[in-house]
């Protein structure tokens, strides 16, 4: 079922704004942790263990949904 983006209510394209980077970054982040898996078992770079963490840490809350509204996120960079 195809929905004309004019049909939808403004809180409906957020949400979905909102999905689309979740799904994103939860990509980029499995891609990012791939390749320095790759790299470590190459011992072709050491990866700093508070990094790893952080990349752990953001990977299980984009998985969880736990994430920024748009609202948020655009009053943050709007700073």
């Known amino acids: ?6 049909e939808l209510s403004t809180e409906q394209v957020e949400q979905l704004i909102e999905r689309t980077i979740d799904r994103r970054l939860q990509v980029w982040l ?4 791939d390749a320095l898996t790759v790299a470590d078992d190459e011992e072709k770079a050491n990866l700093h263990p508070e990094f790893a963490e952080s990349l752990r840490r953001s ?4 998985r969880a949904g736990e994430g920024a509204e748009l609202k948020s996120f655009r009053e943050q960079i709007a700073r």
């Open 30 to 33: 499995e891609q990012v942790l």
């Open 1 to 6: 079922m195809s929905i004309a983006l004019k």
């Open 59 to 62: 990977l299980a809350q984009a």
